[in-house]
């Protein structure tokens, strides 16, 4: 199934995506829909019951981030294994972990809006959403408590992010991490099997990697992730980047004022988001 | 004026510390009274008419965190320039800042509890509990912005903080940062004046440290990281420790089962948390 937030008429609803359009669920968007546990047979009854007098109007419809209100959104750092060893690096032995916080997040189609960079840096991701709670869990554990994948883009101010040896003030600036468009469940997609991650500057390719050479797993991240801290529905778990950022070219390139970033899964669907910059603070200094 | 989050009767209550106990806030705990804009008049107002038939029951009354649901929990780095110039190092430029979640906090008096690490060390803070919503606010905004200070120890597996670059896994396991035991209000308390920041280990002093020295002042502190995110009421900010952590010391020191942890700013409180060691998950490997 495909699972969405969608704004249409108004006002925000969970809805689940089918050919003809969406068919609403009972919440205002997926972040409030997963807290039910039974939100995996309510969506599969919408579906088989299929009412398409209940579809929200189409030509209004907007996505939205499908999960806007996550208590935590944990990210992992190198995690293409082609791409590491294609570098000269040795594989980690664990994964490389920081954190953004749900005001990080945007909608799918939303501009990327930069007040204080202008290296901004882009980072096709696979995206987990976690549906069950869980705490110290297995990998098999950590499979089931999945809810589903969607494509986020981990956009990145490079020169906040070197100031100091942590990533973190550099990777949560409010609105810059695009997420959807869809929630795919996990019995669409399998990112052990592979799923091509790509991003695209003003069409140009400039990212293409696979999740079947992930050093860690969707499972064993979060698996990992379970030993040090509880994961709740609604959670989001970002999986890390491929080769090919700006920051890595020669000489480094980064995102232009009114450069379009698309991002792409296939089998989930594609983010695009106008770059604005609109850089109006001195560097601070002392 | 001296705000807390007590457990009273069975309820949480935020509430307001006075000589014979506390007086109940009409909120269930401070997380909660901040998102009132009117928080500060409501507070006084309680303490001027400072009725003693409405004081909670003392006896049974038990200090929680006083904030325990923040959406925004960030922590600074090195920041006190006597300790970073005694290690030879330069003063840094920018805030080194990593961030934990609502669910890293714990309680004022609760047993803090290793899970899978032996190498569990302190970090006394003082803490900033942000009273205003601000974005890109100036310091002078920030200033105002701020409702009250309090007492935190970044508790911290070192072993985990230095599996990768990033020390977010070593810092944000569940429950193991207390906070607490009161916010103190600004009008009270002012850390560029200098407030000693102390920590004990059964009893023996291993850190002292005094906020004049700090390097980025917490008015500072939080007009920077509302450069890039927006605060809310009842989001925190951790300020830094002072020298004299275990992994410094020659050989290092950490915190072994059973071991009492005091942590104290004079004029705020002292937090004390037994420390537990429960490590039965053997380390991951692949």
Not at 130 to 140: F, H, L, P, S, V
Not at 232 to 240: A, E, K, M, Q
Not at 267 to 281: H, Q
Request: contains cysteine.
């Amino acid at each position: 199934m495909k699972l969405a937030t969608v704004e249409a008429g108004g006002q925000t609803h969970a809805a689940l995506q089918v050919a003809q359009g969406y068919l609403p669920l009972p919440a205002r968007n997926l972040s409030e829909f997963l807290q039910d546990t039974d939100w995996l047979s309510i969506a599969s009854t919408v579906l088989a019951e299929h009412r398409s007098d209940s579809l929200l109007p189409t030509a209004e419809a907007r996505l939205l981030n499908p999960v806007p209100a996550p208590a935590k959104v944990i990210c992992c750092g190198l995690n293409y294994a082609d791409h590491i060893l294609e570098m000269g690096r040795e594989l980690p032995l664990y994964p490389t972990l920081f954190a953004k916080f749900a005001d990080t997040l945007a909608d799918p189609g939303s501009e990327i809006i930069s007040t204080a960079s202008n290296n901004v840096d882009w980072e096709a991701e696979l995206a987990v959403v976690i549906g069950t709670k869980i705490t110290n869990a297995t990998e098999e554990e950590a499979t089931a408590a999945i809810a589903g994948y969607t494509v986020a883009n981990d956009v990145s101010m490079r020169d906040w992010q070197r100031r100091t040896l942590q990533w973190f003030q550099g990777k949560a600036f409010d609105g810059t991490t695009p997420l959807g468009p869809v929630l795919v469940t996990t019995d669409e997609l399998d990112p052990e099997s592979g799923l091509e991650v790509i991003c695209r500057v003003n069409g140009i390719e400039v990212q293409r990697g696979n999740t079947s050479t992930f050093v860690f797993s969707a499972a064993r991240l979060i698996s990992y992730i379970s030993e040090f801290t509880t994961l709740r529905p609604g959670d989001v778990v970002l999986t890390g980047t491929p080769g090919g950022v700006g920051m890595g070219m020669e000489p480094a390139r980064f995102l232009a004022d009114g450069d379009e970033l698309q991002t792409e899964i296939p089998g989930i669907g594609t983010l695009k988001n106008r770059v604005r910059l609109r850089v109006n603070t001195p560097i601070p200094s002392h």
